[in-house]
């Protein structure tokens, strides 16, 4: 697939059709990650940004539930 580059106010943008941004699990409020080497762009979409809580809270659930059997693994 080809794309050019759209003028939006002062800058460029890269519109992404709606197939693509369902093959991404992308929507409009979704984050993107840029990155390049100097020839190509990458762009990916950044996902799980509940993660971190949602580790804390299965983490805190193990501490509770296991406490003895961490502290026996601790030393």
Known sequence: MIKTLTKHSNSLALI??????????????????GSTNGQVLILSPIKDTGQ???????????NNRYPMALKKLAE
């Open 16 to 33: 992404i059709e709606k197939p693509i941004l369902e093959l991404l699990g992308a929507n409009a409020g979704t984050p993107f990650e």
């Open 52 to 62: 971190p809580e949602t580790f804390s809270n299965a983490l805190s659930a193990v």
